[in-house]
Nanobody, 121 residues
Framework: QVQLVESGGGLVQAGGSLRLSCAAS????????MGWFRQAPGKEREFVAC????????YYAASVKGRFTISRNNAENTVYLQMNSLKPEDTAVYYC??????????????WGQGTQVTVSS
């Protein structure tokens, strides 16, 4: 069983930046693809970004491409999400997870508690 602990969220003004962290422990997934997802109030959880084990391949949702950067530190089993030029529509609870497959971006079913990001206009 893998445990995921997200941190780094907070309240920020539009145009500001935040850096999220996610520490994974326990039995990590066989794919070792890690990603970030978010869920805004009243909406379904959506994919944000993912990164492969080596860190050489990344993929972003169109809504965040050019503003967010995903990275990872395998020695510490940690994945990061640097979020710049934040917009009010980025307000959501952000979650990290392992992905079962790169092409479908499907997450494993177990989630952490998430970290709240609120962007004021």
């Amino acid at each position: 069983q893998v445990q995921l602990v997200e941190s780094g969220g907070g309240l920020v003004q539009a145009g500001g930046s935040l850096r999220l962290s996610c520490a994974a422990s326990g039995r990590t997934s066989s794919t070792n693809i890690m990603g970030w997802f978010r869920q805004a109030p009243g909406k379904e959880r959506e994919f944000v970004a993912c990164i492969n084990f080596s860190g050489r391949n990344t993929y972003y949702a169109a809504s965040v491409k050019g503003r967010f950067t995903i990275s990872r530190n395998n020695a510490e089993n940690t994945v990061y999400l640097q979020m710049n030029s934040l917009k009010p529509e980025d307000t959501a609870v952000y979650y990290c997870n392992f992905l079962t497959d790169w092409s479908t971006k499907t997450p494993f079913p177990s989630w952490g508690q998430g970290t709240q990001v609120t962007v004021s206009s």
